[in-house]
């Protein structure tokens, strides 16, 4: 690997010093057959000493150099920081004083780097910095890039160390942490996500449990809690083994990003990806087969996920899907929808994430009518945010009133052509980014305890 040779300040400082002692001598009157041959012997005097320096650095660098170690995850999770480490090792018998920078891949961003630290002699010595990834996919990590001063402090060598690492990055499972988190105790209300009380009628026998505080007294099971001594109900089961199917726009639509102005950040896309996942992992937890089809991007680049259930599926389900980006085509509707009937023929919940605008009402209206042959569908669409911050902006200027006035017309437009599309279905949802995730965990909870399925 190549090295770089960097003459250090000091090295620097010396050289325009003797320069201005020549220029100064000038000035003064001193004749040039003077200065001259003085600042040649303070030259070479210079170069000999810096000269020694770099051969006897090179000999100690040579026979104990330093290495690296870099610890990263698994994989990085979109948006969160995390904690990397890197350890210098020192197998010498002699201090080096060291800057060190990670080569962190373009698409993150990074807090403590570079570092100016001294590698003790025969020791480890670990480095921490912060990094945050802004997109998805497969994340580059390059060498690091060690600059190492020589013992008298005449020049720092550039060294690269380590080799490239390539390490993937998956959407963010804050959002399903916290849905796990909270259906332990109850208390998925907090996210918005509605509870039904289950009758009896529909549903499959799970097992017995102990009585917590919420449960329906009509389930409490008199006979076990007679022989328990204490109160143990029924908990029931919705049907199980049916099929959760999504279908998910990879056009120029989902490449919309309001960025750091969204209270959760990212694009579109991105935020379809979550709820898809929320809902994946809703759904196996409930028994059901889980699969995916991309569409609006080229040919080649669709992604295809057979249904399936299982522990290991969301993971699989994620590597499948982790990289994909929406692309700058148009998507086709009526194509997908062929091609869906084609490779799940089986009913199924098949959902629709796309960004919908009325000038697709002629495109997605008869898509939808040929997957609802099979299918029950629901279409979820994800509105701007933007809309709603210029629609409820104060009207302080007579600009401020044009601009209130046109986001409700558009809103309004497209809240009407939607519905054109989708008819009387009360499951499909127009929503901002940020509220996709349990709108559709509500809806699929909806789907299943009504039976439509």
């Not at 600059?147 to 399903?176: D, K, M, S």
Request: aromatic fraction near 8%; charge should be positive.
């Amino acid at each position: 690997m190549r090295r770089l040779l960097i003459p250090t300040r000091a090295t620097v400082l010396a050289l325009a010093g003797l320069a201005v002692l020549a220029a100064v001598a000038s000035m003064a009157g001193v004749p040039t057959e003077w200065v001259g041959p003085a600042c040649a012997v303070l030259l070479a005097a210079g170069a000999g000493y810096a000269g020694v320096d770099l051969w006897r650095s090179w000999r100690l660098w040579h026979a104990a150099p330093l290495r690296v170690e870099r610890q990263l995850p698994g994989a990085f999770s979109l948006g969160v920081p995390t904690v990397l480490s890197l350890t210098l090792v020192n197998e010498g018998a002699v201090d080096w004083q060291v800057a060190v920078f990670d080569e962190v891949d373009p698409h993150f961003s990074f807090e403590g780097l570079p570092q100016a630290v001294v590698a003790p002699a025969g020791a480890r010595l670990e480095m921490r910095y912060s990094a945050t990834a802004l997109s998805r996919g497969v994340a580059q990590f390059g060498v690091t890039q060690l600059r190492w001063r020589t013992r008298a402090g005449c020049f720092e060598v550039r060294q690269p160390l380590g080799q490239p690492q390539r390490i993937r990055v998956y959407p963010n499972f804050a959002a399903l942490a916290r849905y796990a988190w909270l259906s332990g105790d109850r208390r998925l209300a907090q996210i918005g996500i509605k509870t039904y009380a289950q009758r009896g009628q529909g549903t499959d026998f799970r097992q017995l449990a102990d009585y917590r505080t919420g449960d329906s007294l009509r389930h409490i099971d008199w006979k076990a809690t007679l022989r328990h001594q204490r109160p143990i109900v029924r908990e029931f089961q919705d049907d199980r083994d049916q099929c959760v199917f999504f279908l998910l726009d990879c056009g120029r639509r989902m490449r919309a990003d309001e960025g750091m102005q969204a209270q959760r950040g990212g694009s579109h896309f991105d935020e379809a990806l979550n709820a898809l996942m929320l809902l994946s992992y809703v759904a196996l937890k409930e028994g059901d087969e889980v699969g995916a089809m991309t569409f609006g991007g080229p040919p080649e680049q669709r992604r295809d996920f057979a249904p399936r259930k299982g522990a290991a599926t969301l993971n699989a389900l994620m590597n499948r899907l982790h990289d994909i980006q929406p692309g700058a085509t148009h998507s086709d509707y009526q194509l997908a929808a062929q091609e869906l009937l084609r490779v799940q023929r089986r009913r199924a919940l098949v959902i629709v994430l796309t960004n919908f605008r009325d000038e697709d009402a002629a495109e997605l209206r008869p898509a939808i009518k040929l997957l609802r042959r099979n299918h029950l569908v629901l279409v979820a669409s994800l509105r701007e945010r933007v809309l709603g911050r210029i629609a409820a902006q104060p009207i302080v200027r007579a600009r401020d009133a044009v601009d209130v006035a046109a986001a409700h017309l558009f809103d309004q437009s497209r809240r009407d052509a939607f519905a054109r599309v989708v008819g009387n279905d009360p499951l499909s949802i127009d929503v901002e980014p940020a509220q996709l995730a349990v709108a559709l965990v509500n809806r699929y909870h909806a789907v299943k305890r009504a039976g439509l399925l």
